[in-house]
């Protein structure tokens, strides 16, 4: 099972990225997903997070506002739209399955998500 990320790069700071996670080997249509960060050096940290429904979500305060996160169970795909980025976005962004199913409640804990996949980096310049 994996979790194929997507859609990063090198942007200016202010610039758009929208990020994709596309499963492969299995479904998580009834899955919470989340994209979580890793800055160089630093520690693995939660972004956002929605429910498998997508009725519920959830956003770190550091990009709430920016941030969106979405998902297409259709298409068996969850989206990280960011815009106004900075440069202390600056990360490898993992998005994560939820190991609960069914669940309307999200969580910032990794320790719930059993899931990951490989990461796509995202560099921002000033």
């Known amino acids: 099972v994996q979790l194929q990320a997507s859609g990063g790069g090198l942007v200016q700071a202010g610039a758009s990225l929208r990020l994709s996670c596309a499963p492969s080997?299995?479904?998580?249509?009834?899955?919470?997903m989340a994209w979580f960060r890793q800055p160089l050096g630093k520690e693995r940290e939660f972004v956002a997070a929605?429910?498998?429904?997508?009725?519920?979500?959830s956003v770190a305060d550091s990009v709430k506002g920016r941030f969106t996160i979405s998902r297409d169970n259709a298409k068996n795909t969850v989206s990280l739209q960011m815009n106004s980025l900075k440069p202390e976005d600056t990360a490898v962004y993992y998005c994560?399955?939820?190991?609960?199913?069914?669940?309307?409640?999200?969580?910032?804990?990794?320790?719930?998500?059993?899931?990951w996949g490989q990461g796509t980096l995202v560099t921002v310049s000033s």
């Open positions: 994560a399955a939820d190991r609960r199913i069914y669940s309307d409640y999200v969580k910032s804990d990794l320790t719930f998500y059993n899931y």
């Open positions: 929605i429910s498998w429904s997508g009725g519920t979500t």
């Open positions: 080997g299995r479904t998580f249509r009834s899955n919470a």
